[in-house]
């Protein structure tokens, strides 16, 4: 929300200085962006006064003008315009002014003779006007004084972040009222009334609406005769400042009246809308039909869903109810007669509208968030008395007002005792009653047990803990007491899975991955992009009120948003990219109430570990680095059964993927992501990834893991090769070598796969070291030679090889 201090200043006298004024809008909860002053691109341009017109010697259509520009100060200043006579008073840009075209003037020299500024006309200023000549200013403009001050476009506007919950504040109104309160001085409240003519509105347009729940109040005038064209200077001015780009000057009123009250407005040229058999226009506030089209103001046919509320008359839709009106029925030049609507739509109907077609505005943005809809009428006599005013126009007698769920008042009780046990305080019943009311509430009651009725422009004030807030922010944050919580008795820790969760991120920056965050919000797309079946009677969980189509349900795995992370690094020159994130996955079923939540651990490994050096080449990450991860991971875990085994996932790559195990029991996914995958994501490959679940590895978890002692007999070392078939893993080689080894068997290692001559196509020969020790004693050549023997001979039975010669 743009606030101009100085339409401010229309509703409520604010003497304080800027920074005095944002900082207690800050500390009462209306926290201010920016502070941004208008009439800086004028530094440097003043009002000046010709004192001598005399020819240029050397040209005929160019004057050197003697200009005071005040301080006892005058100008040699070269000028070609004709419009002014010695004596006249015209702004004036002195050498170092930068005018709003981005031109900066210099002292120069014009047909040999030194130019000291520029007179000025109204178009070089960036305003309305004659360009053909100096802008030539009233008699009494004080000379010296710089231009922006004098004409009024010097401003300092306010950037102001107004939370969900506060519609209220997204109007001058609003805020002067905020500011009246924190202040404790009164504000005025704008209210025109329009002179009215002619025949009655409620002759000429018929309202009906079909769904109350989504328009409570629907209100419409007739304003006959007007002459469109542009907006005059000051309410360019105000609707610029607020954000707004001008129009015409009756789209600019309701601009105008939205920012003023809060209250959008939406004008429509009466001549284009549809009428009933009675001859009047007849407008309906219903339901879309499934594929009914409308082409918006932004030119874009829209097709629409059932979901969708529109503004309709006989012939089908003409405005997109709360968001944006239609093309076929905006004002143009050639509009005579004007119908305005003021009404108000429901939250949650024009935020889904709103986001599934992806047109945010002004509008909808009031009405996502709560438009009173008590203030229809005012805001509909305030915008017609303007149109007539300005666009000539004659406002028709009455409102026609469709108005099925009035408003209904709550009043809620506030006990004094409560307050000041919430906030540590002794605010009397008397400030507490004088606060609510400055905020627009109506109190009764006291000293112990306050009745207040909250404005009906304040929804969100709905419990006693509410009214509480607001006492307190007016009164003072600041002022509250600092007292230390009670802790008798409390001793305050993690969760087991919180310290498993945080042992496992210190085992992966460890290993060398940063930790990231992705939105849990995705596109219903990624999961088709990498291949991500559903089960059997699954859906996925959908959001009620997205912000975006591509961010409409929450994420099934943590994989999408990670390859995203991944692609946005290496568009940036990033090369060797190391994340994980342990974060939320969401399942649901159809019917069911709750989606299950899962905290997941995934991580990507793209590039290498290391950039390349001159003497060494950068290796690229594979499967075996990704598995290191989790092998570190396992053992800072405590988890000992933890492996790896082939298999295939639709978004790995073929031969390069494998499922993660504890036990008989699956508990994730390791491998290097499937190419087509990386082009959906704009990826650069190879990328290995992984995904485990975080509970089923803290089930697993030890605190405590077994001590070993340095081994005081030194191991004997064999090397063995077997030659297996191409299917027979080294993971089950490896099981069958540690089951015979029994206990003297210490240690096996996979040092050597070979597949060439001298073994048979088809084959592969797999050479392990074996390490054998014996804990209490150093092992004889007969011992290991006995065990080794055996290990041998039931290893190549088991996997079907045979020993390599």
């Not at 930068?98 to 006309?121: A, D, F, H, Q």
């Not at 085992?507 to 089960?535: K, Q, W």
């Not at 639709?650 to 390069?656: H, K, M």
């Not at 074996?770 to 001979?793: F, I, M, N, Q, W």
């Given at each position: 929300?743009?606030?101009?201090?100085k339409?401010?200043?229309?509703?409520?006298?604010?003497?304080?200085?800027?920074e005095?004024l944002?900082?207690r809008?800050?500390?009462?909860?209306?926290a201010?962006?920016?502070?941004?002053?208008?009439?800086?691109?004028?530094?440097?341009?003043?009002?000046?006064?010709?004192?001598?017109?005399?020819?240029?010697?050397d040209?005929?259509?160019?004057?050197?003008?003697?200009?005071?520009?005040?301080?006892d100060?005058f100008?040699?200043?070269?000028?070609?315009?004709?419009?002014?006579?010695?004596?006249?008073?015209?702004?004036?840009?002195?050498p170092g002014?930068?005018?709003?075209?981005?031109i900066?003037?210099?002292k120069?020299?014009?047909?040999?003779?030194?130019?000291?500024?520029?007179?000025?006309?109204?178009a070089?200023?960036?305003?309305?006007?004659?360009?053909?000549?100096?802008?030539?200013?009233p008699?009494?403009a004080?000379v010296?004084?710089?231009f922006?001050?004098?004409h009024?476009s010097?401003?300092?506007v306010?950037?102001?972040?107004?939370?969900?919950?506060?519609?209220?504040?997204l109007?001058?109104?609003?805020?002067?009222?905020?500011?009246?309160?924190i202040l404790?001085?009164?504000y005025?409240?704008?209210g025109?009334?329009?002179?009215?003519?002619g025949a009655?509105a409620?002759?000429?347009?018929?309202?009906?609406?079909?769904d109350?729940?989504?328009c409570p109040?629907?209100?419409a005038?007739?304003i006959?005769?007007?002459?469109v064209?542009?907006?005059p200077?000051?309410?360019?001015e105000?609707?610029?400042?607020?954000?707004?780009?001008?129009?015409?000057?009756?789209?600019?009123?309701t601009?105008y009246?939205?920012?003023?009250?809060?209250q959008?407005?939406?004008?429509f040229?009466a001549?284009?809308?549809g009428?009933?058999g009675d001859?009047?226009?007849?407008?309906?506030?219903?339901?879309?039909?499934?594929?009914?089209?409308?082409?918006?103001?932004?030119?874009?046919e829209?097709?629409?869903?059932?979901?969708?509320l529109?503004?309709?008359d006989?012939?089908?839709?003409?405005?997109?109810?709360g968001?944006m009106?239609?093309?076929?029925?905006?004002?143009?030049?050639?509009?005579?007669?004007?119908?305005?609507?003021?009404a108000?739509?429901?939250?949650?109907s024009t935020?889904?509208?709103?986001r599934s077609?992806?047109?945010?505005s002004?509008?909808?943005?009031?009405?996502?968030r709560?438009v009173?809809?008590?203030?229809?009428?005012?805001?509909?006599?305030?915008?017609?008395?303007?149109?007539?005013?300005?666009?000539?126009?004659?406002?028709?007698?009455?409102?026609?007002?469709a108005y099925?769920?009035?408003y209904?008042?709550?009043?809620?009780?506030?006990?004094m005792a409560r307050?000041?046990?919430v906030?540590?305080?002794?605010i009397?019943?008397?400030e507490?009653?004088?606060?609510?009311?400055?905020l627009?509430?109506?109190?009764e009651?006291g000293?112990?047990?306050l009745?207040v009725t909250?404005?009906s422009?304040?929804?969100?004030?709905?419990?006693?803990?509410?009214?509480v807030?607001?006492?307190?922010?007016v009164w003072g944050?600041e002022?509250v007491?600092s007292?230390?919580?009670?802790?008798?008795?409390r001793?305050?820790?993690?969760?087991?899975?919180q310290?498993?969760r945080?042992?496992?991120?210190?085992?992966?920056?460890?290993?060398?991955?940063?930790?990231?965050?992705t939105?849990?919000?995705v596109?219903?797309?990624?999961?088709?992009?990498?291949?991500?079946?559903?089960e059997e009677?699954?859906?996925l969980?959908?959001?009620?009120?997205?912000?975006?189509?591509?961010?409409?349900?929450?994420r099934?795995?943590?994989l999408?948003?990670?390859?995203?992370?991944?692609?946005?690094?290496?568009?940036r020159g990033?090369?060797n990219?190391?994340?994980?994130?342990?974060?939320?996955?969401?399942?649901?079923?159809?019917?069911?109430k709750q989606?299950?939540?899962?905290?997941?651990?995934?991580?990507?490994?793209?590039g290498?570990?290391?950039?390349?050096?001159?003497?060494?080449?950068?290796?690229?990450?594979?499967?075996?680095?990704?598995?290191?991860?989790l092998?570190?991971?396992?053992?800072?875990?405590?988890?000992?059964?933890l492996g790896?085994?082939?298999?295939?996932?639709?978004?790995?790559q073929?031969g390069?993927s494998?499922?993660?195990v504890?036990?008989k029991?699956?508990?994730g996914w390791?491998?290097?992501?499937y190419?087509?995958?990386?082009?959906t994501?704009d990826?650069q490959?190879p990328?290995?990834?992984?995904e485990?679940?975080?509970a089923?590895?803290?089930r697993?978890a030890?605190?405590v893991?077994?001590?070993?002692d340095?081994?005081?007999?030194?191991a004997?070392?064999?090397?063995?090769?077997i030659v297996v078939?191409?299917?027979v893993?080294?993971l089950r080689?490896?099981?069958?070598?540690?089951?015979?080894?029994?206990?003297l068997?210490?240690?096996?290692?996979?040092?050597?796969?070979?597949?060439?001559?001298?073994?048979?196509?088809g084959?592969?020969?797999?050479?392990y070291?074996?390490s054998?020790?014996?804990?209490d004693?150093?092992?004889?050549?007969?011992e290991?030679?006995?065990?080794?023997?055996?290990?041998?001979?039931?290893?190549?039975?088991?996997v079907?090889?045979?020993?390599?010669?």
């Amino acid at each position: 929300m743009l606030v101009s201090l100085k339409w401010l200043n229309e509703f409520i006298d604010v003497d304080l200085p800027t920074e005095e004024l944002v900082d207690r809008l800050d500390l009462t909860g209306t926290a201010v962006e920016s502070v941004k002053k208008l009439g800086e691109a004028m530094e440097g341009i003043v009002v000046g006064q010709i004192v001598e017109k005399n020819r240029h010697p050397d040209a005929d259509k160019l004057w050197v003008t003697v200009v005071d520009v005040g301080f006892d100060e005058f100008r040699s200043i070269v000028c070609g315009a004709q419009n002014f006579e010695a004596g006249d008073k015209v702004p004036v840009a002195l050498p170092g002014a930068t005018l709003p075209g981005g031109i900066t003037i210099k002292k120069t020299k014009l047909r040999g003779v030194t130019s000291e500024g520029m007179n000025c006309s109204a178009a070089e200023l960036g305003l309305a006007g004659d360009s053909s000549g100096l802008l030539i200013l009233p008699e009494d403009a004080p000379v010296g004084m710089p231009f922006a001050e004098y004409h009024g476009s010097a401003d300092t506007v306010l950037e102001l972040e107004i939370t969900p919950n506060r519609p209220d504040c997204l109007s001058m109104l609003g805020v002067a009222r905020e500011i009246g309160a924190i202040l404790d001085r009164p504000y005025r409240t704008p209210g025109a009334v329009p002179s009215e003519t002619g025949a009655p509105a409620a002759d000429e347009v018929r309202v009906a609406i079909d769904d109350p729940d989504l328009c409570p109040r629907y209100t419409a005038r007739l304003i006959r005769g007007v002459k469109v064209g542009p907006s005059p200077e000051w309410l360019v001015e105000r609707i610029t400042a607020s954000g707004a780009r001008p129009v015409n000057n009756v789209v600019d009123i309701t601009n105008y009246v939205l920012f003023e009250l809060g209250q959008p407005l939406h004008a429509f040229d009466a001549a284009t809308l549809g009428r009933d058999g009675d001859g009047k226009i007849a407008i309906s506030v219903r339901r879309a039909s499934a594929g009914e089209k409308l082409t918006t103001l932004d030119g874009v046919e829209r097709a629409l869903t059932e979901s969708d509320l529109v503004i309709a008359d006989p012939k089908g839709a003409v405005a997109l109810a709360g968001v944006m009106g239609g093309a076929d029925t905006e004002v143009s030049d050639e509009t005579v007669d004007v119908l305005l609507e003021s009404a108000a739509f429901a939250s949650a109907s024009t935020s889904r509208t709103s986001r599934s077609l992806g047109l945010i505005s002004e509008a909808s943005m009031r009405f996502e968030r709560g438009v009173d809809r008590t203030g229809n009428v005012t805001a509909s006599d305030e915008a017609a008395a303007l149109i007539a005013q300005i666009a000539g126009g004659e406002v028709a007698p009455g409102v026609v007002d469709a108005y099925p769920v009035p408003y209904e008042s709550v009043t809620r009780e506030l006990r004094m005792a409560r307050l000041n046990a919430v906030l540590g305080t002794t605010i009397s019943p008397e400030e507490a009653t004088a606060i609510l009311k400055r905020l627009g509430a109506e109190v009764e009651g006291g000293p112990h047990l306050l009745s207040v009725t909250p404005p009906s422009f304040r929804p969100d004030l709905e419990r006693e803990i509410d009214l509480v807030e607001e006492v307190v922010r007016v009164w003072g944050m600041e002022r509250v007491p600092s007292t230390l919580p009670a802790g008798r008795g409390r001793i305050g820790g993690l969760t087991p899975e919180q310290r498993w969760r945080e042992r496992a991120g210190e085992s992966l920056r460890a290993c060398g991955l940063n930790e990231t965050m992705t939105y849990a919000f995705v596109d219903p797309a990624d999961h088709e992009r990498i291949g991500h079946a559903l089960e059997e009677g699954e859906v996925l969980v959908e959001l009620l009120n997205p912000m975006s189509a591509e961010q409409a349900v929450m994420r099934r795995s943590l994989l999408p948003g990670l390859l995203r992370s991944v692609s946005f690094n290496q568009r940036r020159g990033v090369e060797n990219v190391h994340l994980y994130e342990i974060g939320s996955v969401f399942q649901t079923t159809d019917g069911r109430k709750q989606p299950k939540e899962h905290t997941r651990i995934t991580g990507v490994l793209a590039g290498a570990w290391h950039p390349a050096a001159w003497n060494a080449p950068a290796v690229p990450l594979d499967i075996f680095d990704g598995k290191g991860v989790l092998e570190n991971l396992a053992r800072e875990l405590g988890v000992e059964r933890l492996g790896v085994r082939e298999a295939a996932r639709p978004w790995l790559q073929p031969g390069r993927s494998a499922e993660v195990v504890i036990g008989k029991n699956v508990i994730g996914w390791l491998g290097e992501v499937y190419a087509p995958v990386l082009e959906t994501f704009d990826a650069q490959g190879p990328v290995t990834a992984f995904e485990l679940d975080m509970a089923a590895l803290a089930r697993e978890a030890r605190g405590v893991r077994e001590l070993t002692d340095v081994p005081r007999h030194p191991a004997v070392e064999l090397d063995v090769a077997i030659v297996v078939d191409e299917d027979v893993t080294a993971l089950r080689i490896e099981q069958s070598m540690r089951s015979a080894g029994g206990k003297l068997l210490d240690n096996v290692r996979l040092f050597d796969v070979y597949r060439g001559k001298g073994v048979p196509e088809g084959r592969k020969s797999m050479a392990y070291a074996l390490s054998y020790r014996a804990p209490d004693r150093t092992l004889t050549a007969e011992e290991v030679e006995g065990v080794h023997a055996k290990l041998v001979r039931k290893v190549t039975s088991a996997v079907g090889g045979e020993l390599r010669g």
